[in-house]
């Protein structure tokens, strides 16, 4: 009973959907879509749909885009992050949350039409951890716990060749215990 | 105009998975396959529910990565990184390889003993039945969850994940 290791779980970078940095968040957002209709077509039990892979103008890998990071990139600029420090910096007061109601009805699609717009290289995670092919499952089992991650390229052959994810390490981790 | 609710894009509780606090590592995982099945899902839930023994307090939620880090084993977890890193690189005999692998596994099995209250994490935020979609978004983004629990009258009603929000926001879109 040996543990697999990453280079046989991981999903191949070619099952991604994979976009250049300078594509836009509606961009990624039907590409994902696309992903998701092929795979419930398919019924293919490995689903990386939720991950768009982002590439400079070299074809080299920048970044992972997730559902989360398209979210933070809808969000309106009035309840961002450097707003709210801006805030907290002149007056010690925090961003109201119930700001958000400055978006709804028809404010809200405004809104949202001009963030779509935005280059998901802007809001891609950069990546900062890898695994090698021949790294086993325990190996990822403790950068995913140690980082809280979902998910971590692999490499083969100084190049990335797949991505590794929770689901995939818990599946295999479930037939060797159950 | 958009102004829907958040209510019309919940996943209804009955219909998401939910365990009791109590339930072991190893039953949990059990209690999320048999959702796969039930309700012809394509993979193991991201996240499940944690309520109380009689399901009437939310107490938590667990993610798959706590499933994880409930059953690594413990050498994995003392040290910093580059030091878990070095275990991996001694070059061993394959053989032995194999004998320890049965160890971590048996040691794993017994870490799937453990209750998952211990390894559940709390609920970042919560979400009201008629709250719009945009506290939605800024909820999700403003504590880095992809789920939130969904309200009504102080209760559990379903929850809204962010998959839902980006559909809805397409629709919207496209409206």
């Known amino acids: 009973m040996v543990m697999k290791l990453c280079g046989e779980v991981m999903i191949p970078l070619e099952r991604f959907p994979q976009l250049p940095y300078w594509f836009t968040l509606r961009q990624a957002m039907a590409e994902l879509e696309r992903v998701v209709d092929d795979v419930m077509k398919r019924h293919c039990p490995h689903c990386p749909c939720r991950l768009v892979l982002v590439f400079d103008a070299q074809n080299q890998l920048l970044g992972i885009l997730r559902q989360q990071d398209i979210l933070r990139g809808l969000k309106p600029e009035i309840l961002a992050e450097n707003a709210q420090r801006h805030t907290e910096s002149l007056f010690d007061v925090k961003v109201d949350p119930n700001l958000y109601k400055f978006y709804e009805g028809d404010r809200a699609l405004t809104m949202l039409q001009e963030q779509i717009e935005r280059p998901i290289g802007d809001f891609a995670r950069p990546i900062k951890i890898m695994l090698n092919g021949d790294d086993d499952l325990l190996q990822a089992i403790a950068l995913m716990t140690r980082e809280d991650l979902d998910f971590i390229p692999v490499q083969r052959d100084n190049r990335i060749a797949g991505i590794v994810t929770v689901l995939d390490v818990l599946q295999e981790t479930t037939k060797l215990l159950l | ?175």
């Open chain 2, 1 to 175: 105009m958009y102004d829907k609710p958040i209510h019309e894009i919940i996943v209804p509780l009955e219909e998401y998975p939910c365990i009791p606090d109590t339930l072991t590592l190893g039953d949990a995982i059990l209690e999320m396959a048999v959702q796969i099945l039930r309700r012809k899902q394509l993979s193991l839930p991201r996240v499940a529910l944690v309520f109380d023994e009689s399901f009437s307090e939310l107490l938590g939620m667990l993610r798959r990565r706590d499933i994880m880090r409930g059953l690594e084993p413990r050498f994995l977890l003392s040290g910093t990184m580059e030091y878990g890193r070095k275990l991996f690189d001694v070059q061993v005999d394959p053989n032995l390889a194999e004998i320890s692998s049965e160890k971590i596994v048996a040691h794993m099995r017994q870490r799937a003993n453990r209750l998952v209250r211990d390894f559940m994490i709390p609920i970042p935020a919560t979400i009201d039945y008629d709250d719009h979609l945009m506290k939605a978004v800024y909820e999700m983004v403003d504590r880095n969850t992809s789920l939130l629990p969904v309200l009504k009258d102080g209760k559990v009603v379903g929850v809204v994940r962010s998959v839902e929000v980006l559909q809805e926001i397409a629709l919207i879109l496209q409206s």
